[in-house]
């Protein structure tokens, strides 16, 4: 019989980052951020998001009320905040790290009908806060820190619920295991010629008022705070010199981490919470920070979209984009182009500085014809083109009027009664209306077809990628497509759906059914975005050095190192 002793468990560390004053001060950046130092430290780190409106999810919510709405691998709608978590952090999210107010209360509300509360009188306070209590401790398991956002503002009526909640979690798992971090504004005042404090200390008034005294205050400001306003915050709020935080503002959202750690705050997290002071490992993001900040050249890429008022809509196809330049220190410039625009009779003169043409992905039939014409410039001027999800339907759907001949082709989506529907709905969707969460949703698999440009780039045969579609290309017309060069090189296992199409004959012509954004992050770039950047570079030094070929990239490596360091694990 063993008499070894089984090392006992670490307790959890839980760290909760509110915001006040006013909202998209950064939140989610600040928290993931903070996960990003402490797996600097070597802790595994888990990041949860808490929304206050009642949608159940995002998924029906328009991209220019909400932004975008980013997919997980379990084919969860979630908050475009899951998608910094999982670009500054190696935490992969589900559908138990983003709850809304009308989730949780959906929840309460199935439990209620069902009796499990045996007739008990159903109330906030205890069984939405318990709910609430339960949605933290479900990501906990096998982590050293949970990390909370609560969306929306101290003072919101909103958020009360959550904020109670977390109160009430001290309580439940000790003082010395919790940490409540306040983000807040600091603004100058240029008429007064100084910055204010009584915004912050009116948010921290409100905190306080419903019990929770924040022990680290993030103060969101342009400037690094002098000495002198730490003083007099920490006096009025309450809170340690130390702990009053200078969140400045950066140019690049990667620089955040490094501008935190530079005032301490991972020091501070350890003291507070009785960890051991170890050395921050950092050297690879600090890399990657230098290279944002010194880049040898630019592109500049076209991204025709629906949805550009709002380049939140875009935030994680901005980010992926920026990811496949990083490596070779190009910046990538991205000129926002309506795709209505484009319908104009003279609207492809808006694409002609373009060294790269994007189309994401959207729903609806508001700018199609314009998407079109983009996926037409980009064939017939051999600009790179990269079609996404939206981008894939109808740079399909152009190469079957244009150089097919089908002229009625269209999506059922947009033209019902098309007498050519080369893009139509999901066969397992038909007699479906309801919008929430009926799209082809989470991560699927995909076979690549051998020797195929997408097979190379990701040096793999088999792919999974993150979908969020509800029509699909209509497998009928596809003898008819590849009889004119066009080739289908990726196909969900069982056959039923094609993934990715190709122009061979086409310097770069890549359009996908899902969304490879969703799995860039910045120091592993998605193959598909890098080698996109890769051949606009291309495109561009062919543009300005006529007859005298491709030095390729700039940085280390030729084209075959760069498809090898982006050897994507699926």
Excluded at 84 to 90: A, D, I, L, P
Excluded at 462 to 486: D, S
Aim: glycine share 10%; with cysteine; proline share 5%.
């Amino acid at each position: 019989m063993s008499t070894a002793r089984s090392t006992p468990a670490r307790p959890v560390k839980y760290i909760f980052i509110t915001g006040g004053v006013v909202s998209s001060l950064g939140k989610g950046l600040a928290a993931s951020s903070i996960g990003c130092l402490l797996e600097g430290h070597g802790y595994k780190v888990t990041l949860q998001k808490f929304d206050p409106y009642i949608n159940v999810d995002p998924g029906t919510m328009s991209p220019y009320q909400h932004g975008e709405v980013y997919v997980t691998d379990d084919g969860t709608e979630t908050d475009l905040d899951l998608g910094h978590y999982e670009r500054f952090t190696g935490t992969v999210t589900t559908r138990n790290h983003n709850w809304t107010t009308g989730k949780v209360y959906l929840s309460v509300i199935q439990k209620e009908r069902r009796g499990d509360y045996l007739g008990a009188t159903v109330q906030v306070i205890p069984h939405i806060t318990n709910a609430i209590k339960d949605c933290i401790k479900a990501v906990a398991e096998g982590v050293d820190f949970v990390l909370v956002e609560i969306g929306g503002t101290v003072g919101d009526i909103e958020s009360l619920p959550f904020l109670e909640a977390i109160r009430q979690f001290r309580q439940d798992v000790g003082r010395e295991h919790t940490l409540y971090i306040h983000l807040t504004l600091v603004p100058h005042v240029p008429t007064a010629g100084e910055l204010k404090t009584k915004p912050t200390q009116h948010s921290v008034r409100d905190l306080r008022s419903i019990g929770i005294q924040p022990d680290i205050l993030l103060c969101r400001t342009d400037r690094l705070l002098p000495l002198e306003i730490k003083r007099k915050i920490a006096l009025f709020c309450d809170v340690d010199e130390e702990a009053v935080i200078t969140a400045k503002d950066v140019s690049s959202v990667y620089e955040v981490p490094v501008v935190l750690a530079a005032e301490g705050l991972d020091r501070i997290l350890l003291k507070r919470l009785g960890l051991r002071q170890t050395e921050r490992r950092m050297a690879e993001w600090e890399d990657l920070v230098d290279r944002v900040r010194h880049p040898t050249d630019e592109i500049t890429i076209h991204v025709v979209g629906k949805y550009i008022g709002l380049e939140d809509s875009y935030k994680s196809l901005n980010e992926a984009l920026a990811h496949g330049g990083f490596r070779s220190r190009l910046k990538v410039n991205i000129r926002w182009i309506e795709a209505e625009a484009l319908e104009a009779p003279d609207g492809d003169a808006l694409l002609n500085d373009a060294h790269g043409i994007l189309v994401p992905g959207g729903f609806g039939a508001r700018g199609t014809r314009g998407m079109m014409r983009a996926a037409e410039v980009a064939r017939t001027r051999n600009i790179p083109y990269f079609g996404i999800c939206y981008g894939f339907q109808w740079g399909t759907v152009e190469f079957a009027r244009d150089v097919c001949g089908l002229r009625d082709a269209d999506s059922t989506e947009c033209a019902p009664e098309t007498p050519t529907p080369v893009i139509y709905k999901l066969r397992d969707l038909l007699g479906v209306d309801d919008l929430g969460g009926t799209m082809r949703l989470g991560s699927y698999a995909c076979q690549l077809k051998p020797g195929s440009l997408a097979q190379r780039l990701y040096g793999a045969d088999v792919i999974h990628e993150r979908h969020r579609h509800r029509y699909e290309f209509n497998c009928l017309y596809e003898q008819t497509l590849t009889k004119h060069g066009l080739q289908v090189v990726g196909r969900s296992l069982d056959g039923k759906f094609v993934e990715i199409i190709e122009l061979p004959d086409h310097p770069w012509f890549v359009a996908v059914q899902f969304h490879p954004e969703f799995k860039s992050k910045p120091r592993r770039p998605h193959p598909l975005f890098a080698g996109f950047i890769e051949a606009a570079y291309r495109h561009k030094q062919g543009s300005e050095v006529r007859g005298q070929g491709s030095e390729g990239l700039r940085d280390e490596g030729s084209e075959v190192e760069v498809r090898r360091a982006v050897h994507y694990q699926s």
